[in-house]
Structures are given as structure tokens and as C-alpha cells.
């Protein structure tokens, strides 16, 4: 794999994630209206996604 090919992979992953935490958010606040603990489990695994996107990024400025 080259440089450039990494970073149009790790782009693709940064997008994908950022996509998922959107639809989380979106979700937990509809899902909150039947459970709320499942609304925040939802949100946890957004900001878990976050934190993901944020080491991809890391890895994308090391490149």
C-alpha cells in the first residue's frame, strides 16, 4: 500500500465514522422515548465513535 492509498482508506474510515455517530444521535434522541438507558447506551457508543475518528485522524497526520 502507498501514501496515497492510505490516506484516501483512512479518509473513507473518518467519513464512515462520522456518519455512524450522526445516525447514533439521531436515533438515541428518538430512541429515548421508549428507553431512555438504551438511549444513552446508544449515545455512549457514539462518543466511543468520536474517540475512534479522532485516532484516525491521528493516524492520517502521521502519515
Do not use: V
Request: glycine share 0%; with cysteine.
Amino acid at each position: 500500500m502507498n501514501r496515497h492509498e492510505a490516506e484516501h482508506l483512512l479518509e473513507h474510515w473518518i467519513e464512515h465514522n462520522e456518519s455512524h455517530s450522526r445516525s447514533f444521535r439521531d436515533r438515541a434522541k428518538q430512541i429515548n422515548e421508549i428507553s431512555p438507558e438504551a438511549a444513552k447506551a446508544i449515545e455512549e457508543a457514539a462518543s466511543l465513535m468520536d474517540r475512534c475518528t479522532e485516532c484516525l485522524r491521528r493516524a492520517m497526520e502521521a502519515l
